[in-house]
């Protein structure tokens, strides 16, 4: 059982106050719509209980079993999908699931890596270049490294950002599986994501 | 994907491997350091002739070249990270030391490259006596690793900034000028026919600086890195 625990949550940059006090639990099987208009601080909100901020006032906190997750712990059991997390264009979609599940001290076979493109149908282009990739093609390999990552708290940003159809499905099976093993927060403007969370947390500007 | 026991150094050799492969298809480090140094090197020896100089102003060229040389290429292994957006996945999958080991073996390469070219272009360019190959090698060996050890840190602090190249050179100045004067002073000493013996403080001022930088980075680059 994992538990992802905000509480009082605020942050600022400088003078402008960007949200506060925000307070949620999650577990495993829970899911979260953090909704909001633009500019009410979703992706900060993201980028704060992923450690990428300090929060102003607050705090987050990762347990497993009712233990205190460290920081390295945490990084090893998070991940992000979101449209501002680039992956290496000068290196082909098979060694950036390579690169990234070495430094993140995970083993893929090459098999594994097939099976894994193939899940987002991105089968076959395992050795081009990133950089050909459309802007879909590269949602879908960021879907293909969160699911090599086996996450056990999965934060999705826009998580359908330019997807077609057929992205969407394929999307929406990955959130469906992750919602059952997993905590998932998932920051969105679209009223049909909202459905992918069991609850909802509202930011106002 | 099943979880591996792989270490610190393992992780950090995908990191360094990872910005080799970059660098191989792009090659943009190591030819600004090549452009910057060769050019430097011509106009130089150029303006000033190849012979009559002394060997401690001979030095100081030598040192000043490759000093700014590093200081236009090396910054390249953050700057790059931030321009392509890609720190942010590095970040939030890697851990920070095996971060700063990578890219710290990588300049040493990109930097050892530079030398291997640019020394003996030197000694023809500038026509320099001496008589003691090896050590001078050394010397060389031991300022990579002190330049290295020196800037990598220094990178990852200016990799957010807007004026990042001036601010690199800005920040990386009051911290390089020890093992610069050293090397000036050294690199005198070995060019007027000195021994090992003649270098022996120079040569273990270096090692020691570069120690004391490393571990020094190792232990800040995580708070430098995560915010």
Not at chain 1, 176 to 183: A, F, P
Not at chain 2, 187 to 194: E, T
Request: charged fraction near 20%; charge should be neutral; hydrophobic fraction near 50%.
């Amino acid at each position: 059982m994992h538990k992802l625990s905000v509480t009082g949550l605020a942050k600022r940059f400088g003078p402008r106050k960007v949200f506060s006090d925000i307070s949620f639990e999650l577990q495993t099987g829970q899911s979260l719509a953090v909704v909001g208009p633009n500019g009410s601080g979703k992706t900060t909100l993201l980028l704060t209980a992923l450690n990428r901020y300090h929060p102003t006032r607050g705090e987050v906190v990762f347990y497993r079993a009712n233990i205190r997750l460290d920081e390295d712990e945490v990084r090893s059991c998070t991940f992000l999908v979101a449209p501002y997390l680039y992956l290496y264009d000068d290196l082909t979609a098979e060694e950036n699931l390579k690169f990234f599940a070495t430094v993140a001290g995970r083993s893929v076979t090459g098999k594994g890596i097939d099976s894994l493109l193939a899940r987002v149908g991105l089968e076959r282009r395992g050795m081009d270049l990133v950089r050909a990739y459309s802007s879909g093609m590269k949602q879908r390999l960021k879907y293909a490294l969160a699911l090599l990552n086996e996450p056990e708290f999965l934060f999705l940003d826009e998580p359908t950002a330019n997807l077609d159809e057929d992205g969407r499905q394929i999307v929406s099976r990955i959130i469906d599986e992750y919602r059952q093993k997993s905590v998932v927060v998932i920051a969105t403007n679209e009223r049909e994501e909202y459905d992918f969370a069991s609850d909802i947390c509202r930011l106002d500007q | 994907m099943p979880q591996t026991s792989a270490g610190l150094i393992s992780r950090a050799f995908a990191v360094y491997a990872k910005d080799l492969r970059l660098e191989l298809r792009s090659r943009y480090g190591l030819n600004t350091l090549l452009m910057f140094s060769i050019t430097t090197l011509a106009v130089v020896s150029y303006s000033l002739g190849q012979s009559g100089l002394s060997p401690k102003l001979l030095s100081a060229i030598f040192w000043i070249i490759m000093f700014f040389s590093s200081i236009a290429g090396l910054a390249q292994v953050f700057i790059r990270e931030e321009e392509a957006g890609t720190s942010l996945a590095l970040r939030l999958t890697a851990d920070p030391n095996a971060v700063y080991l990578g890219k710290l073996f990588f300049n040493l390469t990109l930097l050892f490259i530079m030398m291997v070219i640019i020394t003996p272009l030197f000694f023809i360019f500038m026509d320099v006596p001496v008589d003691n190959v090896l050590l001078f090698a050394l010397m060389v060996l031991l300022a990579v690793i002190a330049l290295c050890a020196a800037t990598t840190l220094v990178a990852a602090i200016i990799a957010r900034a807007a004026v990042k190249g001036t601010l690199f050179a800005v920040v990386a100045f009051p911290i390089i000028v020890v093992p610069l004067m050293v090397l000036v002073g050294g690199g005198a000493k070995v060019f007027s026919g000195g021994s090992i013996g003649d270098v022996s403080s120079e040569l273990q001022l270096l090692v020691a600086y570069s120690g004391v930088m490393v571990t020094a980075s190792i232990l800040l680059f995580k708070y430098v890195w995560q915010e």
